[in-house]
C-alpha cells in the first residue's frame, strides 16, 4: 500500500495520519515549509494527500482515506521492527 514513499514521505504520511490537515505557518515542518509542501505534493500525487478545495492559495493538505491506512499499515510494520530504508 505505501510501497515506492521514501524516509520521509513515511514519515510525515505518519503524522499527517494523527494531525489529518497540515498548512504552511501552523507550526510543525519538516525542515521548513517549503520542504514540507514537497513531501506533501509527492503524497498528494500518490492519492495519500488531497489538497483542500476550499483553500483558495491551495496550501491546506489533508490526509485522505488511504492515507491513514497506509499510514496504519506503516504503524504496524514499525512496531513488528521492520524498519524499511
Given at each position: 500500500?505505501?510501497?515506492?514513499?521514501?524516509?520521509?514521505?513515511r514519515?510525515?504520511?505518519?503524522?499527517?495520519a494523527?494531525?489529518e490537515?497540515?498548512?504552511?505557518?501552523c507550526?510543525?515542518t519538516?525542515d521548513n515549509?517549503?520542504g514540507?509542501?514537497?513531501?506533501?505534493?509527492?503524497?498528494?500525487?500518490?492519492?495519500?494527500?488531497?489538497?483542500?478545495?476550499?483553500d483558495?492559495?491551495?496550501c491546506?493538505?489533508?490526509?485522505?482515506?488511504?492515507?491513514?491506512?497506509?499510514a496504519?499499515?506503516?504503524e504496524?510494520?514499525d512496531?513488528?521492527?521492520?524498519?524499511?530504508?
Open positions: 500500500m505505501s510501497k515506492g514513499l521514501g524516509k520521509r514521505q514519515a510525515w504520511l505518519k503524522v499527517m494523527r494531525r490537515t497540515w498548512t504552511p505557518g507550526g510543525i519538516w515549509d517549503s514540507t509542501k514537497l513531501i506533501c505534493d509527492t503524497l498528494v500525487e500518490k492519492e495519500f494527500l488531497t489538497k483542500d478545495p476550499e483558495q492559495h491551495h491546506r493538505y489533508r490526509v485522505t482515506e488511504k492515507g491513514k491506512q497506509a496504519h499499515m506503516l504496524m510494520h512496531a513488528w521492527g521492520h524498519h524499511a530504508d
